[in-house]
């Protein structure tokens, strides 16, 4: 019997002492993170030097530019830049708007064009308005309810969903599709209620398609803030006649040079084998894209130094990837996954920062369900942290193009209720960071690319 506890001992050792080496690698991870963290004074700079970061733009170059810097300082084994041609498309002067009741009786209300939409003639539209609460009622109202008409999109994201994101998938499509849909029937405009789960006078932008609408056929879109589309609605239960006035000189230029900045830690053991860290550099044009995606881009960079200060040796090769243009296109995406299948690499994790800078809750995966279980292994090494989240669902835009057997993808998932207070909006600005939530979010993501580091992935060939 002795030599039977003798030998649960002589297990049991290396296992309890791989688990204080990870306790004690995380906790490293955590102290560095929170006392000499450089996610909050990186963002400083991207924010509030070079501001929004359109895909296109000459802030979106000089972004590139200080990310590489960043890299290059950090002593890694590689950073270079990964050329990608991306839309350019332009806001131009000022968008105007009002609601006309009478002749003479007018009231402003807050627009912003929808990214990729048209312009409107240069005198502006104005039409009476049609209401609906998403694209399904289009067909039932039929051309000749709407065609001459201005379609106000009015669906408001669900504030009795508690997950902020679900909301808003179940109302994007208005925004992205509208103004396809409502062409067909003969509309003249579209305009969206913000994707904003509160009122305020902030529109919110956010990309549109035209899908295969003619150029000649296709109609300006514009978002109106919660409270403008609260006005326009009472104001159309009142008067069903009112006209709705607004100008926008947005335009479509021809593609565009840009990059995708990366770097890398080669790994010691198995160099072919590769993590990836990503976020998306570019940003709207509103605000400075502080949360989206600021944040991401230097909790990104910040898992690289976090991991070289506490000295910790990364066994297989891990890669920071900055994405261009998720915004409105996901070509630094797409360019990148096509460059990885040219040249054969090896990915087994990419993990992506692309919900704001907010408190960690922790991170959904999209994986089988043998690696689902051995993440869900060391849940309780994050617990300590008040991460708790850990379960299957999306990850996120930019890596998702990397999506095959054998890879798993995971998305921080930060506390998500005041995301959409900012989102595509100028309200997304650097005060509306909280310096320590951004550091958490970064030691989180270094915590789980060491873990992934450390252990790798269970394989179907395992």
């Not at 070079?50 to 590689?78: C, F, H, P, W």
């Not at 498309?89 to 009741?101: D, H, K, M, Q, T």
């Not at 509160?198 to 514009?222: C, Q, W």
């Amino acid at each position: 019997m002795k030599y039977f506890w003798l030998a649960v001992l002589l297990i049991t050792i290396p296992i309890n002492a791989q688990q204080l080496n990870d306790e004690k690698q995380i906790g490293d991870i955590y102290k560095e993170a929170l006392s000499n963290g450089k996610s909050y004074v990186w963002l400083n700079y991207l924010s509030n030097q070079i501001g929004a970061r359109l895909s296109g733009s000459l802030q979106a170059e000089k972004a590139v530019g200080y990310t590489k810097s960043i890299m290059d300082s950090l002593g890694l084994d590689k950073v270079w830049l990964q050329a990608v041609k991306v839309p350019k498309w332009v806001r131009g002067i000022p968008e105007f708007a009002y609601l006309e009741s009478g002749a003479g009786f007018t009231n402003n209300v807050p627009i912003r064009a929808l990214g990729g939409s048209v312009a409107t003639p240069m005198g502006g539209i104005k039409a009476n308005v049609i209401e609906v609460q998403g694209i399904e009622e289009l067909e039932a109202l039929g051309k000749a309810k709407i065609e001459g008409k201005i379609v106000f999109f009015n669906k408001p994201m669900d504030p009795t969903i508690i997950n902020t994101f679900e909301a808003y998938a179940k109302v994007a499509n208005q925004r992205y599709s509208g103004a396809a849909e409502a062409s067909k029937y003969g509309a003249v405009g579209v305009i969206v209620r913000s994707l904003n789960l509160r009122l305020d006078d902030f529109p919110h932008t956010g990309a549109m398609s035209y899908g295969n609408v003619p150029l000649e056929k296709r109609i300006p879109a514009a978002a109106i803030s919660t409270n403008g589309a609260e006005l326009l609605s009472a104001s159309l239960k009142l008067n069903p006649n009112i006209k709705f006035f607004f100008r926008q000189n947005s335009k479509n230029l021809p593609n565009v040079d840009s990059y995708n900045v990366i770097g890398e830690i080669r790994g010691s053991t198995y160099p072919d084998e590769v993590i990836v860290v990503g976020a998306n550099l570019d940003s709207w044009d509103l605000g400075d894209g502080s949360h989206d995606n600021g944040a991401g881009v230097v909790q990104s960079m910040e898992v690289l130094r976090l991991l070289n200060e506490t000295g910790y040796k990364p066994k297989r090769t891990i890669r920071v990837v900055l994405f261009m243009n998720e915004e409105n296109g996901l070509r630094g995406a797409t360019s990148y996954a096509s460059e990885v299948a040219k040249k054969g690499e090896n990915h087994i994790f990419a993990l992506e920062s692309d919900s704001g800078g907010f408190s960690p809750r922790g991170f959904s995966f999209d994986t089988d369900q043998s690696n689902l279980e051995q993440v869900l292994g060391w849940k309780k090494l994050f617990e300590p942290y008040m991460v708790h989240l850990f379960e299957k669902g999306f990850s996120g835009a930019d890596i998702n193009p990397l999506k095959k057997d054998n890879i798993v993808l995971a998305g921080l998932r930060p506390d998500s209720q005041r995301y959409f207070d900012h989102h595509h909006s100028e309200n997304d600005t650097f005060e509306h960071i909280n310096k320590r939530e951004l550091e958490l979010g970064a030691a989180a993501m270094a915590s789980l690319v060491y873990l992934f580091d450390t252990y790798g992935i269970i394989t179907s060939n395992n």
